[in-house]
T-cell receptor
Framework: GAVVSQHPSRVICKSGTSVKIECRSL??????MFWYRQFPKQSLMLMAT?????????EQGVEKDKFLINHASLTLSTLTVTSAHPEDSSFYIC??????????FGPGTRLTVL | GDSVTQMEGPVTLSEEAFLTINCTYT??????LFWYVQYPGEGLQLLLK?????DKGSNKGFEATYRKETTSFHLEKGSVQVSDSAVYFC??????????????FGKGTLLTVNP
């Protein structure tokens, strides 16, 4: 149980385009989903926390207009990188949790912006 | 604020060697502690956890004990295998004021086990 999926696993896009990444909890309803960014050989940086049906809470320094997060249902959250640039290339990981419980992580999405 | 400090790698061992990865933390409250493992190109998997002082988390031969007096949660394994090669993250979680438990991660330690 507690499986979280991400789609796509890899995406390559041109600079200036937008990319959407999906995060799904497959066998449980997640009231909260988290989005992380991981740079090569570095730790995970929390970007934002999203609760179903409400606006995401962004961490300091994360541009909310660039990284749009939608948590429309208890099993799906999306991260859209708008007007992507090469510096946005990274490994994006989501996690999902229920109240007072641990986070379950997705397998990650490798974004490469050319 | 909360923080996690873990030993910097990379760590390179021979198969069947003993492994220790140190982890210490600072927290304002009474956190839960975790070790996560990340295999190449994959997301994070929970390896083990402990929720209160003196608890020992264990899984797949790995162990870590929640030491409140030394604010530590060191990861150990008696005999590593090549398949243990991965990046290991120490993390803590505290109630961020509601029902959401934010995770704070250490920087990760790359472990390479050679045959």
């Amino acid at each position: 149980g507690a499986v979280v999926s991400q789609h796509p696993s890899r995406v390559i896009c041109k600079s200036g385009t937008s990319v959407k990444i999906e995060c799904r909890s497959l066998d449980f309803q997640a009231t909260t989903m988290f989005w992380y960014r991981q740079f090569p050989k570095q730790s995970l940086m929390l970007m934002a926390t999203s609760n179903e049906g409400s606006k995401a809470t962004y961490e300091q320094g994360v541009e909310k207009d660039k990284f749009l997060i939608n948590h429309a249902s208890l099993t799906l959250s999306t991260l859209t990188v708008t007007s992507a640039h090469p510096e946005d290339s990274s490994f994006y990981i989501c996690s999902a949790s229920v109240p007072y419980n641990e986070q379950f992580f997705g397998p990650g999405t490798r974004l490469t912006v050319l | 604020g909360d923080s996690v400090t873990q030993m910097e790698g990379p760590v390179t061992l021979s198969e069947e060697a003993f492994l220790t990865i140190n982890c210490t933390y600072t927290a304002t409250g009474y956190p839960s502690l975790f070790w996560y493992v990340q295999y190449p190109g994959e997301g994070l998997q929970l390896l083990l956890k402990a929720t209160k002082a003196d608890d020992k988390g264990s899984n797949k031969g790995f162990e870590a004990t929640y030491r409140k007096e030394t604010t530590s949660f060191h990861l150990e394994k008696g005999s590593v295998q090549v398949s243990d090669s991965a990046v290991y993250f120490c993390a803590l979680s505290e109630n961020s004021g509601g029902s959401n438990y934010k995770l704070t991660f250490g920087k990760g330690t790359l472990l390479t086990v050679n045959p």
